[in-house]
Every structure is written in structure tokens, then in C-alpha cells.
């Protein structure tokens, strides 16, 4: 049995996922590729050999299409997944789920109606080194967690003039950034968000935000407290050049546990001028390439063993109501309770 699928969005993130599940994942195959730019969609569907379309609604009446990879910006999140469960097809969607609390619980409801199955792309969570982390935790090596400290650092900006870089239409550095913090760290932690305080700024691109009326924070610190007392932090950059770094580390009343590492290869090199040098992760597709396959993969096996999945809309939800009061302590300057 195999699952068909339907790209949404032929840019970078369809076109990873599109080559995952056409040829790196068993039991699946891409069907058809969604893009309203048609050279793009056209672009994407033969290096695929997938059907073209530029509009959604031409593909949730194919009955061949069993599920559809939503990699659109995430304006666009709500009315493609509450179409695509209309239409009875299975969705994987790309982060974050939604900007707003009210629409995340939209699609809540609608994947309860549906009987369909809803998985959200936190490809940390199948990362070889993340999940051997979360094992160790809940096996208690480290006692009871009481911090947390995750770091995302990208070398640059999303492309400039764009929804990416437009704090209103993105929910700026706290939603574009660090989901995947607030997901993986609740995840790790077994444990739900209290209260958040939180600063950011534009410290890195000043240059280059001058010549924009909006611009994405690039830096941003959030302090966070766990309903079980634990304590928390957040550090997230864009455009800080040397790479792309995503690590965590998690510190237990019995030890500690570290996850990532800044060099991109176990390899580090060195010459006459004593100077010993190492590469650094050119960029997040790089970092969690494996673990991008890992989550596709488990997608198929989970439609096709009729199973849900690890991660769902209720996680998406829950790191949107972080994100939202991280925004709104940015705002106020204060510490904000979580929803």
C-alpha cells in the first residue's frame, strides 16, 4: 500500500519535503504538486513527475490523493487544513500551525470531525540526538529536570521583503524562529508552560532594516517558567553568519544532559598556522536533514497502521499560545501568564 501524496507550495520547504516522500520514504509517492506561481509548481512536478496545479481545490477532489504536505506560509495554514479535512485527506503540516489561538483550535476541532490524521512538521523530534535525550530523560538519568536552555542560531534572514520578513504577517522572530524551541523544550521536559518574559530587537541586520518599513526582530531572550517549577530559556538570532546552530541543554538535580553541537561534521582540521578550524552547519535543511526524512516517514506509517501521530495540532496549538505571550511580553514589557 502505498500513500499518495500532494505538495502545497513548491518553494524550499515543499520542494524537501517533495523529494522526501518521492524518493526517500517507503510506501509513499508524490502525486501532484500545489504552487500559484506555475512555473515553480512546474518546476517541482518534473523533477517529481507529479501532476501541476496552482490551485488546492483542484487536488482534494482527486480521489487518488490520500494526503497533502502543507509548506505554504502559514497565512495559510488554517484554510488549506480545514479544506484538505473536509475533503477527508490526511495533512502534514509545516510550522508554526497558525498565528492566533482561536484558529489553532479551529483546526482542532476539525481534525476530531474528520477521522482524519493531522501531523505537525517539529522535525526535532525525530532527531536522532534529540530522542536519545528525551529517552534519557524519562529513564531519570539526570533526576528531575529543573533547567533548560535552547539555542537557534541561523546565518540569515528570511528572504527580505517578504512574508517571512514581515513580523505581522510571520508573528515575527518568537513564531518564525523559535516554535521549534518551545515545542522540543515542553516535549523534552514533559512539562507545559506557566509564564514567559521576554526581550527582543532588530541587533544584527540595523543596516539592513533601515531600508524596510517592517523587519523581524533578529534577537531574541525569553525566560520561561514550567508549571513544575523548572526554569527555562530561549535564545534565538538571525543573520549571525557562521552557521546554522540549534542545541539544548538540560540540567537535572542528578546531572546533566547536552544536545548538538555546533560543527556540522565530526572532522576538525588544522595546518602551519596552528590554528585548528572545523565547518559549522550551513543551514537548518542541512542540520536536521535525517530527521526531516524520520518525520515524513512516520506520517505514511502512521496512515498507513492507522495509528496518530507523535505530534499533532495539539502540539501546535500549545506552542502558539507560548509564542503568543512571548509576543505579548515583548510588547508590554512584562511577565506574561501562558494561556
Known amino acids: 500500500m502505498d500513500i499518495n501524496v500532494a505538495i502545497i507550495g513548491a518553494g524550499r520547504m515543499g520542494t524537501l519535503h517533495g523529494i522526501n516522500f518521492a524518493r526517500k520514504v517507503s510506501k509513499s509517492r508524490v502525486v501532484a504538486v500545489v504552487d500559484q506561481v506555475r512555473q515553480m509548481a512546474e518546476k517541482l512536478g518534473g523533477e517529481l513527475g507529479a501532476?501541476?496545479?496552482?490551485?488546492?481545490?483542484?487536488?482534494?477532489?482527486?480521489?487518488?490523493?490520500?494526503?497533502?504536505?502543507?509548506?505554504?506560509?502559514?497565512?495559510?495554514?488554517?484554510?488549506f487544513s480545514l479544506k484538505a479535512l473536509k475533503a477527508k485527506k490526511h495533512v502534514l503540516c509545516e510550522k508554526p500551525l497558525?498565528?492566533?489561538?482561536?484558529?489553532?483550535?479551529?483546526i482542532i476541532e476539525a481534525v476530531e470531525k474528520s477521522g482524519c490524521f493531522f501531523q505537525l512538521a517539529f522535525m526535532r523530534r525525530f532527531d536522532e540526538g534529540f530522542v536519545a535525550a528525551k529517552e534519557k530523560l524519562d529513564e531519570g538519568l539526570i533526576g528531575e529536570p529543573v533547567f533548560i536552555r535552547s539555542?537557534?542560531?541561523?546565518?540569515?534572514?528570511?528572504?527580505?521583503?517578504g512574508w517571512g520578513s514581515d513580523p505581522d504577517a510571520c508573528g515575527d522572530i518568537s513564531f518564525e524562529l523559535c516554535s521549534h524551541d518551545y515545542d522540543s523544550m515542553r516535549w523534552l521536559m514533559g512539562d507545559e508552560v506557566k509564564k514567559v518574559y521576554a526581550q527582543a530587537g532588530i541587533l544584527s541586520s540595523k543596516d539592513i532594516a533601515n531600508k524596510f518599513d517592517k523587519m523581524i526582530n533578529d534577537t531574541i531572550v525569553v525566560l520561561m517558567e514550567f508549571h513544575s517549577g523548572a526554569l527555562g530559556s530561549v535564545e534565538g538570532l538571525l543573520n549571525i553568519k557562521y552557521g546554522y546552530d540549534a542545541r539544548v541543554e538540560?540540567?537535572?538535580?542528578?546531572?546533566?544532559?547536552?544536545?548538538?553541537?555546533?560543527?556540522?561534521?565530526?572532522?576538525?582540521?588544522?595546518?602551519?598556522?596552528?590554528?585548528?578550524?572545523?565547518?559549522?552547519?550551513?543551514?537548518?535543511?542541512?542540520?536536521?536533514?535525517?530527521?526531516?526524512?524520520?518525520?515524513?516517514?512516520?506520517?505514511?506509517?502512521?496512515?498507513?497502521?492507522?495509528?496518530?501521530?507523535a505530534v499533532g495540532a495539539e502540539d501546535g496549538l500549545a506552542a502558539v499560545e507560548i509564542a503568543v505571550a512571548v509576543n505579548q511580553s515583548i510588547k508590554t514589557g512584562k511577565t506574561v501568564t501562558v494561556d
Not at 98 to 106: F, G, K, R
Open 98 to 106: 497558525t498565528l492566533t489561538i482561536s484558529d489553532a483550535e479551529e
Open 250 to 309: 538540560i540540567v537535572g538535580n542528578e546531572g546533566i544532559i547536552f544536545i548538538g553541537d555546533p560543527r556540522h561534521m565530526d572532522v576538525t582540521w588544522g595546518g602551519k598556522n596552528r590554528v585548528l578550524s572545523f565547518s559549522a552547519s550551513p543551514s537548518f535543511t542541512d542540520r536536521f536533514s535525517y530527521a526531516y526524512v524520520r518525520e515524513a516517514q512516520h506520517f505514511v506509517d502512521c496512515i498507513i497502521e492507522g495509528r496518530k501521530p
Open 151 to 161: 539555542t537557534g542560531r541561523d546565518p540569515g534572514l528570511p528572504p527580505l521583503g
Open 51 to 79: 501532476e501541476v496545479f496552482t490551485n488546492i481545490d483542484d487536488v482534494l477532489t482527486m480521489p487518488n490523493v490520500d494526503a497533502i504536505c502543507i509548506s505554504t506560509p502559514i497565512g495559510t495554514h488554517k484554510e
